[in-house]
Nanobody, 122 residues
Framework: QVQLVESGGGLVQAGGSLRLSCAAS????????MGWFRQAPGKEREFVAA???????DYADSVKGRFTISRDNGKNMVYLQMNSLKPEDAALYYC????????????????WGQGTQVTVSS
């Protein structure tokens, strides 16, 4: 079992930055694909970013060039640096871990965190 705990969410003005953190426990995540998804009220959970165990990254088109996912296997941590935030980025952000891959669909993810709220004021 892998437990994931997100932190770093909050209220930020449009154009600002936030750094989300995901602390993993229970198992080392060095062999897991990790990712971030988000869910706004009334909308489905959507893919934001993913990073393979090798460090290869993938991003949703809506966040490319603004968000950066990274991992520190030694600390069992995953991060999401979010710059140039827009009101449409506001959502509950979830950390995800999968033993195979993190793709666009949330339906196959092995482990989820509880989420951290990001609010962006215009």
């Amino acid at each position: 079992q892998v437990q994931l705990v997100e932190s770093g969410g909050g209220l930020v003005q449009a154009g600002g930055s936030l750094r989300l953190s995901c602390a993993a426990s229970g198992r080392t995540i060095s062999s897991y694909a990790m990712g971030w998804f988000r869910q706004a009220p009334g909308k489905e959970r959507e893919f934001v970013a993913a990073i393979t165990w090798r460090g290869n990254t993938d991003y949703a088109d809506s966040v490319k060039g603004r968000f950066t996912i990274s991992r520190d296997n030694g600390k069992n941590m995953v991060y999401l640096q979010m710059n140039s935030l827009k009101p449409e980025d506001a959502a509950l952000y979830y950390c995800a871990a999968d033993s195979r891959r993190v793709g666009n669909s949330p339906s196959t993810i092995d482990y989820w965190g509880q989420g951290t709220q990001v609010t962006v004021s215009s």
